[in-house]
Every structure is written in structure tokens, then in C-alpha cells.
């Protein structure tokens, strides 16, 4: 165990744990956010729950780039921030759309690797694509928006708790 430990101290261990970051200096554009698995292990929950809480990132009043799709001349599809509610976003910084839940758990969820995520999408003409993303009830993706879900609740069951603690205390 001593030799272990030594050997750790060696490597200087303090080098390779991130240091922790200010939750307020979480990028707001997808394109900017750095892996979650890249941040100190201890501060994961934290952070997605920030991300959780902010909700995805949806601009408004944008002035959308049009591109060239085929024959047609197309821009992001605002009826997706509806038809996808609660979990797409978009960057206004490389005009692609990301998976708020997809990104904030595909380290916990199995499998859950497509290039998608990590990548974004910009194929306008093809809604189809992000709803095969989306998938059915006990798709991939589902699983990490029901993991967002659990996060949050948890944390409504912790404060709950917290009150009635702190309520029985005042009683008493
Ligand atoms: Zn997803």
C-alpha cells in the first residue's frame, strides 16, 4: 500500500485531477463545452445539473445561416426547438445541433456514442435523422433524458428532506 502511494506521489497525482471550475463559467454554446469526463470527477453531477437547470441552449431572435441543401436553400428549423422540446439545442457559434442529455451522459450511458453526438447535426432536410436519435421509449437517448430527470428529482427528494429536517428541528 506505502509503495502504491509513493508511486502515486511520483506521478504528481495534483497535475492530473482537474482543478474544480466555476459553475457560472460553463459555456453557454454547445460547441464550446468540453467533455464532462474531462472535468474533476467529484464536481460531474454538479455540472450537469447546472447544464440541467439552464435547460438546453435555444437562441431566439437568430438570424439563422442559410446553406445550400440539395436544390434548396435552408437555415436550422426553428419548429425543432418545439418538435424536440427539452433536449436540442443549437450553436449559434457553428450553426450545428447538439443533445443536451445525450452530452451530459453518454459516459453513463452504455453504447451511447454516435458521432451525432459529439459532432452535432446540420442536415436540415432531415428531421428524420434526429428523431432516429431520439428513438423509441428504450432508445439510448431516452435513457440519458430519464437520467437528466433522476438527477433533478434526486435532488427535490434531497430537498425535501432538508425541510423537514430543518422543520422538525424548529418544532423541537
Ligand atoms: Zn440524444
Known amino acids: 500500500m506505502e509503495r502504491f502511494l509513493k508511486k502515486k506521489g511520483n506521478q504528481g497525482s495534483s497535475s492530473k485531477t482537474p482543478e474544480l471550475v466555476e459553475l457560472d463559467d460553463l459555456p453557454l454554446d454547445p460547441a464550446d463545452r468540453k467533455p464532462i469526463s474531462t472535468y474533476n470527477v467529484n464536481q460531474g453531477d454538479e455540472i450537469r445539473r ?36 427539452g433536449w436540442l439545442e443549437y450553436s449559434i457559434k457553428n450553426d450545428r445541433v447538439y443533445f443536451l442529455h445525450c452530452y451530459l451522459f453518454k459516459d ?36 440519458a433524458f430519464k437520467m437528466g430527470e433522476d438527477l433533478l428529482n434526486q435532488d427535490q427528494l434531497i430537498q425535501i428532506f432538508v425541510d423537514k429536517k430543518s422543520e422538525k428541528e424548529k418544532s423541537n
Open 50 to 85: 447546472t447544464y440541467l437547470l439552464r435547460g438546453p441552449c435555444q437562441p431566439s431572435s437568430v438570424a439563422f445561416p442559410y446553406r445550400m441543401i440539395g436544390n434548396d436553400s435552408r437555415h436550422f428549423p426553428v419548429t425543432w426547438c418545439t418538435n424536440f422540446k
Open 108 to 143: 453513463q450511458v452504455k453504447n451511447l456514442q454516435e458521432a451525432i453526438i459529439s459532432e452535432g447535426f446540420n442536415g436540415w432536410n432531415r428531421q428524420d435523422k434526429v428523431q432516429r436519435h431520439q428513438g423509441e421509449f428504450n432508445s439510448l437517448h431516452n435513457k
